[in-house]
């Protein structure tokens, strides 16, 4: 399978079974739409165009590049589950079912999911990192993210966690990283102080401009939050010299010019971003529709240009959803199970429930079990997520995507698509959109980096 693109001033093909990214001349990009052909057919559909020569020298670096094995290059073995036993590798503590913002496209109601406000116990965390290393089986790096509604509304549970994770992990032999995710609020300096010496990975919240902050991130008395959140997120920043920290925001219909958004997080001086399309249906003002890919496939080559900009200035700028790396990127199997919901990757619910990720929580279909339980095994709902490859999949089996994104999100696919094996077709297309610039980009930041002789190309030219 080959995807031709054109993006920028640029034509592009990746070959998705070897998963190569090629910029071509734009002779060879029309030949490879219906590649293989006769030299003979080729020079006289393409010759009064581009000349009979070019013709055949692209033709000749077609050829080379399929002897090569990345282009055209066969499908790769399918991976499947073995049946064997599911070794957990990380877990999602929700610490609070409780926000102090009240933001107006939350999906977890509130930070309550569908019950009322509750804490995670310290015997819920603790059993729970218990229940992480138990399950983990062979495998040594392990993760816990902390997560709510807002996690620091429990912050003595979440220290005692943290320390009793490192020192369980380390008697185990393991290691488990951390990360909390935060609207920024709690992050005085005593908060920040620990979070940097257990070198805890913060995801803090800001969707970018003020007014569109402002529109859906409100404090709890209804009150704005950017002028509140912006100097603890910079602190934060600031303390850790700019490591080991994302703010990821969110993008709606009432900011579909949101590479704005980004450019203005940038001009505070943060430069590690993601911002996310929100998971809504059309039907609300708010959720994004089919008439709007155009213009987010515009804002999206904004930011990529934008992110070569700050590169060739020396000043990288890493835009989350753009951090491909097409050569030495995830293992097949990880890019044809995805994320492991539902069997490697588990979220915690503040009285020890299991469910298939924190978007489950609080869906009684969807709970998998309790931390409490001795003799734990994954239940047939567990199972069944264990199988949601890309190959169970329909829509993805001939998407030239499937191996960059994995089939999407299962919580979406179910809430928007009508079922964990649906799909959900707009959520397919802005990842589309959005892998296109990300490609894009990677070809333009090789030919810099060439350019600069820091190292050959990483794209076929």
């Known amino acids: 399978m080959l995807h031709r693109f054109e993006s920028g001033s640029l034509y592009l093909v990746l070959d998705v079974n070897s998963g190569a990214l090629h910029r071509v001349s734009r002779v060879a990009w029309e030949i490879l739409a219906s590649y293989p052909c006769e030299e003979g057919a080729a020079v006289a559909r393409y010759g009064a165009r581009f000349g009979a020569g070019a013709v055949r020298s692209a033709l000749e670096e077609i050829a080379g590049a399929v002897r090569r094995g990345n282009l055209l290059a066969p499908p790769p073995p399918e991976v499947r589950s073995d049946g064997g036993p599911s070794y957990l590798r990380a877990l999602c503590l929700h610490l609070a079912h409780a926000c102090n913002m009240r933001c107006g496209y939350c999906f977890a109601g509130q930070g309550q999911y569908g019950g009322g406000p509750a804490l995670m116990s310290r015997d819920v965390a603790l059993r729970a990192v218990d229940f992480l290393l138990y399950h983990s089986g062979p495998q040594r790096r392990l993760d816990i993210d902390f997560f709510g509604g807002e996690p620091l509304l429990n912050p003595e549970v979440l220290k005692e966690t943290v320390d009793y994770g490192l020192s369980r992990a380390q008697e185990c032999g393991k290691k488990i990283s951390f990360t909390v995710t935060t609207n920024g609020l709690l992050l005085d300096d005593r908060t920040i102080d620990f979070l940097n010496q257990r070198e805890i990975t913060v995801i803090a919240s800001l969707d970018g401009r003020p007014a569109v902050h402002d529109r859906w991130r409100r404090l709890a008395d209804g009150h704005a939050s950017y002028e509140r959140v912006l100097p603890r997120i910079r602190a934060l920043i600031r303390s850790r010299a700019g490591r080991n920290y994302y703010v990821r925001g969110t993008y709606t219909r009432q900011n579909l010019d949101f590479a704005a958004d980004v450019r203005h ?197």
């Open 265 to 461: 997080i940038a001009e505070l001086g943060i430069d590690r971003v993601s911002l996310e399309p929100v998971v809504a249906p059309p039907t609300v003002p708010y959720g994004l529709r089919a008439s709007d890919l155009p213009t987010i496939r515009e804002q999206y080559l904004d930011v990529a240009e934008f992110c070569y900009r700050r590169a060739r200035e020396g000043r990288p700028f890493s835009f989350f959803h753009f951090e491909l790396d097409i050569l030495r990127g995830p293992c097949l199997k990880k890019r044809v199970f995805g994320c492991g919901a539902g069997h490697a990757y588990l979220a915690v619910a503040p009285d020890g429930s299991l469910y298939p990720c924190h978007q489950f929580v609080g869906q009684p279909a969807f709970r998998l079990g309790s931390v409490w339980e001795d003799d734990f095994s994954l239940p047939p709902l567990g199972r069944q997520f264990r199988q949601l490859t890309i190959y169970e999949k329909a829509p993805c089996r001939e998407c030239w995507a499937k191996f960059l994104c994995s089939g999407g999100c299962h919580a979406n696919n179910y809430a928007l698509g009508g079922g964990l094996d649906r799909p959900w077709p707009l959520g397919c297309a802005l990842t589309r959109i959005r892998l296109e610039a990300a490609l894009y980009l990677q070809a333009r930041l090789a030919e810099l980096r060439y350019a600069l002789g820091e190292e050959p190309p990483q794209v076929s030219s």
